[in-house]
């Protein structure tokens, strides 16, 4: 079923031609897993990305996608599969690195990140499982993570939690 006018979710052409050749890298390598039998994929991968971002914009359950993307099951289990597979990791990195060069930077980022926080537990927690933020004057769990990401080696590695 053909729709006349595009949701305001929906990928432009130039958009479209950015995620294209991950999307399709993705599904020749899922086709070439198997043996070469079957129906071929019978949705198109923009529609399906446009039906994804669709429930990320209105934030509307799965069973409830409009009748003119293709089944919300087909649809899930594209999402599933993508995030199972690293593809919006691959997505995210792809834009990350457009936008820092669009802005004058190196490609790929250098940082390490420091995050920690006091989270407060209940009345049931044992003094010996939990202690004290003196300067939130929290009595809890503290939690402690750093990320180092470093140009040019690879994924960021998580270096510290506690």
Known sequence: MSRQRPYPSDLSDARWELLEPILSAWRAERRGKGPDIGRP????????????????RTGIPWRYLPHDFAPWETVYGYFAAWQ???????????????????????????????????VRTSANVPAAGQGIDAG???????????LLVQPR?????????S
């Open 153 to 161: 080696l690879g994924e960021p590695r998580l270096v510290l939690e």
């Open 136 to 146: 939130k004057k929290i009595a809890g769990r503290k939690r402690q993570v750093g």
């Open 41 to 56: 994929p019978e949705h198109d991968l923009r529609r399906i990305m446009d039906a994804v971002l669709y429930v990320g």
């Open 84 to 118: 199972k597979d690293g593809v919006f990791d691959q997505l995210n990195g792809l834009l990350r690195r457009l936008v820092r060069e669009a802005a004058g930077r190196d490609a790929e980022p250098s940082a390490c990140v420091l995050d920690a926080r006091s």
